[in-house]
């Protein structure tokens, strides 16, 4: 099992961005997903997370800002990003429980992406 991150950049304050997360492999189905990020010197911190019913979790950081949403069929989730702030500047990993064919359960990590928000 893969978990791919992507979407990540450079934007100024107040933008925009959109991650996704692509998970791919012998996967029977997704349960549990998530975005952390982790700045440098930090602590990697949970964003945003949903589980596979759709119940959503959001950092008080980030409530109002950011939206997370998954589309099972696609095996992909997604972080819309807006207003963003110079503290939101980090890498951002998703997580994933994932069950596999062989009916077991594991937690996954994808490989992180930039965001960078500066002037």
């Known amino acids: 099992v893969q978990l791919q991150a992507s979407g990540g950049g450079w934007v100024r304050p107040g933008g925009s961005l959109r991650l996704s997360c692509e998970a791919s492999?012998?996967?029977?189905?997704?349960?549990?997903m998530a975005w952390y990020r982790q700045a440098p010197g930090d602590k990697r911190q949970l964003v945003a997370s949903?589980?596979?019913?759709?119940?959503?979790t959001y950092s008080d950081s980030v409530k109002g800002r950011f939206t997370i949403s998954r589309v099972d069929a696609r095996l992909t989730m997604t972080l819309e990003m807006n207003s963003l702030t110079p503290e939101d500047t980090a890498v951002y990993y998703c997580?994933?429980?994932?069950?596999?064919?062989?009916?077991?359960?594991?937690?996954?990590w994808g490989q992180g992406t930039q965001v960078t928000v500066s002037s």
């Open positions: 492999g012998r996967i029977s189905s997704l349960k549990d």
């Open positions: 949903i589980t596979d019913g759709g119940r959503l």
């Open positions: 997580n994933a429980d994932v069950v596999t064919y062989d009916a077991r359960r594991n937690n996954y």
